[in-house]
């Protein structure tokens, strides 16, 4: 990822308090033209049988050690309204075998899960458990099928036991486990990560298993299945121009993977909230590279598929950073702070500038692991900022994205600088308007004089802000609000603009 350019203001100047720094900005918003709908799906979920993520995350034991779904996780997850959850991995999903989570679970067998901590899976949750856990939070699933170690039967079974509507072997079978009705998922990973942890394939191989995997799942009445493939990692353009290439025909989403990693992937990740400006600039630089990946993923699919009727997906984002210590290996338990609520933002902003053709993303992961939207302690639940973020840009959903110009300025750090400035403006079903902004600059405050082309701006209805004096500002189990929005009325229109502080180091939400 290219450096941008310098500006003559450097970090290493003593800097002035952030209350006499300001800096003023253009933002023009076209209420008259679209940018496209900003799919609901893009604010997806996912779901893995990875550390506390299911036991011990969406459920928990109740007083019989039965596993029972977490009515505090489902109610705050509602409140977000998520799109979409998909499950059962990641790298799990190639190591499930779906028979193994139905029927009596003192009949399901135990399996080590290898790949996250090697504890014991007793199969507890499987189909009918997720199903109804996507059942009370009223969301779509997304079901990852095994390709890795699976055969194209286990895959096309699975698909017959969720979906068939009428008389067959697997939904006899579903019925005996006490679901007479079909489900009706039709959104369907056929495999996952298929370049490393699903098989450690070469394109064109899986390219050829992945049309084979996917010819058996067979439409019925009731659904037809929205075939996802496994997507590049990073910037591995190569494995794109061959799956598109290769399967494009059969595809309907191609799933690309990239997390925002600060440090060394290998050797040493950053720490999640033990780290300094340098660290915050770091991880800020990691956040744009997605652009990049989106822009040029893009205009290879545009090449095989100019009606644009494949989906980018970006099925796992978000920050990886080493481990909280003390917590189990292999769990991915981490801390969220301001600095990864603002890279959230930031990418959500990135994926709206890419609507034609990105529709559906799934941050990594929803409960306990990675940039998860909640973190939970025994009884005890908290909300990350991240979650806040959700919830803030719930406005956008299914919304009519505005085109944009911003001027974003440039946050400089040791020499090198980024755009300061982030933001989406739509309007909803109801033709009320929303513009985000995010400020990412941890020092100074960023006004922003929007002109509304098209409309007289007479004030705004509602502002949130998200904000913190430290940039690694969290919330904890002794503390779970000191990170959260708060209302913001410093929004004010002056002729014909609506003028905007963004106070540094945060994300606002405005209504008009
Ligand atoms: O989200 C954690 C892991 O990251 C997933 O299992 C895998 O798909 C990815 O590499």
Redesign the pocket.
């Known amino acids: 990822m290219k450096r941008l350019s310098t500006l003559l203001l450097t970090a290493s100047l003593a800097l002035p308090t952030a209350s006499a720094l300001a800096e003023t900005h253009r933002m023009t918003i076209d209420t008259q033209g679209s940018a496209g709908e900003i799919s609901r799906h893009l604010y997806g979920q996912?779901a893995?049988h990875?550390g506390r993520g299911i036991y011990d995350g969406f459920w928990k034991k109740d007083d019989q050690g039965e596993y029972v779904i977490r009515q505090d996780v489902v109610e705050a997850l509602k409140a977000i309204a998520i799109p979409n959850l998909r499950w059962p991995?990641?790298?799990?999903a190639d190591y499930y075998f779906w028979q193994h989570g139905i029927g009596p679970k003192e009949e399901r067998p135990s399996v080590v899960n290898n790949l996250w901590g090697g504890v014991t899976e007793n199969n507890a949750v499987g189909t009918h458990e997720f199903m109804a856990l996507v059942d009370e939070l009223g969301t779509e699933p997304v079901v990852v099928g095994n390709v890795g170690s699976g055969t194209v039967q286990d895959m096309a079974d699975w698909w017959q036991y969720m979906n068939h509507p009428g008389e067959s072997p697997m939904s006899r079978l579903r019925a005996e486990n006490g679901r007479e009705a079909p489900w009706n998922v039709e959104y369907w990973g056929v495999g996952?990560?298929s370049w490393?942890?699903g098989g450690n394939m070469r394109p064109e191989y899986y390219a050829d298993l992945y049309r084979r995997y996917a010819t058996y799942l067979h439409p019925y009445e009731n659904v037809r299945p929205f075939r996802v493939a496994a997507g590049a990692a990073g910037d591995d353009y190569h494995w794109t121009e061959v799956m598109m290439k290769r399967a494009g025909d059969m595809i309907d989403g191609l799933d690309l993977?990239h997390y925002t990693i600060q440090g060394d992937w290998v050797t040493q990740k950053g720490q999640a909230v033990d780290f300094d400006e340098s660290d915050w600039f770091e991880l800020m630089e990691r956040t744009q590279e997605m652009e990049e990946l989106l822009t040029r993923h893009i205009a290879i699919m545009d090449k095989y598929d100019p009606e644009q009727r494949v989906w980018l997906i970006v099925g796992?984002w978000g920050t990886w950073h080493e481990q909280e210590e003390g917590s189990i290996p292999g769990f991915?338990y981490q801390q969220n702070t301001l600095r990864d609520a603002l890279t959230a933002s930031v990418t959500l902003d990135t994926f709206h500038r890419h609507l034609d053709r990105v529709k559906m993303a799934n941050i990594?992961?929803t409960v306990n692991?990675?940039q998860a939207m909640i973190l939970t302690d025994g009884e005890q639940m908290i909300l990350t900022p991240t979650y806040h973020v959700f919830d803030m840009y719930q406005v956008h959903h299914d919304a009519q994205a505005f085109p944009i110009a911003l001027e974003t300025g440039e946050y400089t750090y040791a020499s090198q600088s980024l755009p300061a400035l982030s933001g989406t403006a739509s309007r909803d079903n109801e033709g009320r308007i929303h513009i985000s902004l995010t400020n990412i600059d941890p020092h100074m405050t960023r006004t922003v004089e929007i002109e509304l082309k098209g409309i007289d701006v007479t004030g705004v209805t509602r502002g949130r802000i998200l904000v913190a004096d430290e940039m690694n500002a969290h919330n904890t189990f002794d503390d779970p609000d000191k990170l959260m929005p708060r209302p913001y009325n410093r929004a004010h229109v002056r002729g014909d603009k609506l003028i905007v502080p963004v106070p540094a180091k945060s994300l606002i939400t405005l209504e008009l």
């Open positions: 996912f893995e990875l991995g990641g790298c799990f996952n990560e490393g942890c993977h796992e991915l990594a992961q692991v990675l």
